[in-house]
Nanobody, 115 residues
Framework: QVQLVESGGGLVQPGGSLRLSCAAS????????MGWYRQAPGKQRELVAL???????NYADSVKGRFTISRDNAKNTVYLQMNSLKPEDTAVYYC?????????WGQGTQVTVSS
């Protein structure tokens, strides 16, 4: 099994930056396509970025050019660098596998972008 723990969220002003981390336990991390998801109040959970085991990435149009997903398989960690943050980025951010059946959702980490 793989357990995922998100961290790095916080309160930032518009235009600010944050880096989220997703630490995974287990020995099969490297085979997963990993994604960062977010859910804002009143909205569906959405996939904002994914990264394959080989390092290829894809982004939702809403974050393209501002967010960067990366992974360090040796450290069993996935990152999301978020720049030029906007109020509409405010959400709880989660990591999980992208595609197939997701693992159990963790607590996520709250990102609030506000003046």
């Amino acid at each position: 099994q793989v357990q995922l723990v998100e961290s790095g969220g916080g309160l930032v002003q518009p235009g600010g930056s944050l880096r989220l981390s997703c630490a995974a336990s287990g020995s099969t991390f490297s085979i997963y396509v990993m994604g960062w998801y977010r859910q804002a109040p009143g909205k569906q959970r959405e996939l904002v970025a994914l990264i394959t085991s080989g390092g290829s990435t894809n982004y939702a149009d809403s974050v393209k050019g501002r967010f960067t997903i990366s992974r360090d398989n040796a450290k069993n960690t996935v990152y999301l660098q978020m720049n030029s943050l906007k109020p509409e980025d405010t959400a709880v951010y989660y990591c999980n596998v992208a595609g197939g059946v997701p693992l159990s959702w963790g607590q996520g980490t709250q990102v609030t972008v506000s003046s």
